[in-house]
């Protein structure tokens, strides 16, 4: 079997292709994640705490001007942007509740209550007088 047709074989596996689409999804699923983080939680917590905006916030590493933005002081030399890292780190969080919500629905849905017990069958009219017989002959 050539190498082309092994390749074949491994991709339209179902297991490559559900990953692939997995992929896709997820990605998608994550740029809403995002906008939903940055478009909608953040101005609302930035709100709270009087307007901060934590995606420039930032400790300058080369003497910068503190009051300088991020994209500024990056421009004029390395900063530790931790304001990003907070935003991104809300993404997953939210993103990572999110995945954990799905699967805790999906493991709702797949657990089955036990079948109940079946009634015993009913015992055959001849049998139920063979044993009345046995019993009667103990006797």
Excluded: C, H, W
């Excluded at 092994?6 to 692939?20: I, Q, S, T, Y």
């Excluded at 930035?46 to 002081?73: M, R, W």
């Amino acid at each position: 079997m050539g190498m082309m047709q092994e390749f074949k074989e491994f991709a339209v596996k179902g297991n490559v292709v559900d990953l692939a689409v997995a992929v896709i999804v997820g990605a998608a699923f994550g740029k809403i994640v995002d906008s939903l983080v940055q478009d909608v939680i953040m101005p609302v917590v930035g709100k709270i705490f009087g307007g901060l905006d934590f995606s420039n916030y930032y400790i300058a590493l080369n003497n910068q001007d503190p009051n300088l933005t991020l994209v500024e002081a990056k421009k004029l030399g390395a900063v530790l942007a931790y304001g990003n890292f907070i935003t991104i780190a809300l993404n997953f969080i939210i993103l990572a509740f999110i995945i954990f919500q799905m699967v805790r629905l999906l493991n709702k849905l797949k657990r089955t209550e036990p079948p109940a017990p079946e009634e015993p069958a009913a015992v055959p009219e001849d049998i139920a007088l063979l044993r009345e017989i046995r019993d009667s002959l103990k006797k």
